[in-house]
Structures are given as structure tokens and as C-alpha cells.
T-cell receptor
């Protein structure tokens, strides 16, 4: 069964430094997509970055990059130059390509706190 | 604002009462999803619609839950005879379905339900 594991319940990072949030996944499908969402205290899930299983290059979106290691089934999020506004919950999610619903399976999240 | 909107943002109800939540997706999006998020966990899929058709329901969606999307636009989620275990954040998301797996879902800010 597909599963997302985020082993870091909470992380601290100093402002302006980089931080890596871990995510491992389990799927038997060859085609899948991996997502990272940010959830501030307001509750909204904000899409950050996407990586397709067939993408050869790691995805990047501004200060966000995804360290995709397919053989290890990991999809870690790297946030560079952390800002105070980055303090939030971060969720890794997966969508299997063969599942026509395109529903997302989420991990349990990592709470990131950026220190000034 | 052209994002996904949910109403109400907060709802407190007594056990045994019925509640109804509304979600207005992004106007051109043909898919609409409901997720439930309990404290300290990632969102869990409940159900989804393509246009007005409800195509999949999770086992989490008991008989007391019903969702509709009558004209393929807004959606409602009703919980009958609420129980304390229904207390959670209910998130709505929408997406424009195409054949690519990259179709990211856009989430609303959620409705936080507290059953007392």
C-alpha cells in the first residue's frame, strides 16, 4: 500500500540558513507524483513543489528544491535562505499515476520553526 | 479572490446535531476533493467529484456523511448525528483534471469542526 513517512515531527532552523525536511515514500507503481505543501496556522494547504517519478532533474521553485532519490524512495524538501514566514507545518504527499482519482496521500508532517 | 473558499471557517456543535459545510472551488476546476485532518496528522482523503459525479468515497466516509456537488460547481459536506470523533479540520481542494499527473490541487482554508 502506498505510504508517506515524515520522521521529523519538528525542526528548528536559524533565519537565512538552509534546512532539509525528510520524506520517504512507498509505492509499487512506476508512475507517481510527489508534492510538498505548506500549512501555516491559518489552515490553508499551500502548494510548494512537484516532482514526477519520470522527471530526470530535481524540481526547483524559487527557494524550494526537491532532492529526489528514486532508488531510495526519498523526496526531501530543501528550503534555502530560511525566512521567519517559513515557520509552518510542511506535508509531503504522493499521488499514484494509475489511480484515476488523483487523490493525495499525505505524511504526518513536520513543524518547522525559523529562529530570528 | 479566485481561490478555493470554504464556509464556515469554524463550527462548534453539540453531539447529535447535523452540520453542513460548503466549498466553492476555483471556477474552471472540474475536480473537487474533500479531506479530513485531525490534530497532528496529515489530511486524509474522504471523497471526490468530477463535475457533478461523485466518483470515489473513502472508507472513512461513514453513513452519517454525505457530499454533493449538484451543478458541478460548489459542493456541500453534511455530517448527520455528529460525534466527538468527527471533530477535525475539513479541507476542500479543487483541480483541473487533465491527462498529466502534475495537476496540483489547490486547497481552501478549511472548516474546523468542534463537537462538544
Amino acid at each position: 500500500a502506498q505510504k508517506i513517512t515524515q520522521t521529523q515531527p519538528g525542526m528548528f532552523v536559524q533565519e537565512k540558513e538552509a534546512v532539509t525536511l525528510d520524506c520517504t515514500y512507498d509505492t509499487s507503481d512506476q508512475s507517481y507524483g510527489l508534492f510538498w505543501y505548506k500549512q501555516p496556522s491559518s489552515g490553508e494547504m499551500i502548494f510548494l513543489i512537484y516532482q514526477g517519478s519520470y522527471d530526470e532533474q530535481n524540481a526547483t521553485e524559487g527557494r524550494y528544491s526537491l532532492n529526489f532519490q528514486k532508488a531510495r524512495k526519498s523526496a526531501n524538501l530543501v528550503i534555502s535562505a530560511s525566512q521567519l514566514g517559513d515557520s509552518a507545518m510542511y506535508f509531503c504527499a504522493m499521488r499514484e499515476g494509475m489511480d484515476s482519482s488523483y487523490k493525495l496521500i499525505f505524511g504526518s508532517g513536520t513543524r518547522l520553526l525559523v529562529r530570528p | 479572490d479566485t481561490g478555493v473558499s470554504q464556509d464556515p471557517r469554524h463550527k462548534i456543535t453539540k453531539r447529535g446535531q447535523n452540520v453542513t459545510f460548503r466549498c466553492d472551488p476555483i471556477s474552471e476546476h472540474n475536480r473537487l476533493y474533500w479531506y479530513r485532518q485531525t490534530l497532528g496528522q496529515g489530511p486524509e482523503f474522504l471523497t471526490y467529484f468530477q463535475n457533478e459525479a461523485q466518483l470515489e468515497k473513502s472508507r472513512l466516509l461513514s453513513d452519517r456523511f454525505s457530499a454533493e456537488r449538484p451543478k458541478g460547481s460548489f459542493s456541500t459536506l453534511e455530517i448527520q448525528r455528529t460525534e466527538q470523533g468527527d471533530s477535525a479540520m475539513y479541507l476542500c481542494a479543487s483541480s483541473l483534471h487533465d491527462r498529466g499527473a502534475r495537476t496540483e490541487a489547490f486547497f481552501g482554508q478549511g472548516t474546523r469542526l468542534t463537537v462538544v
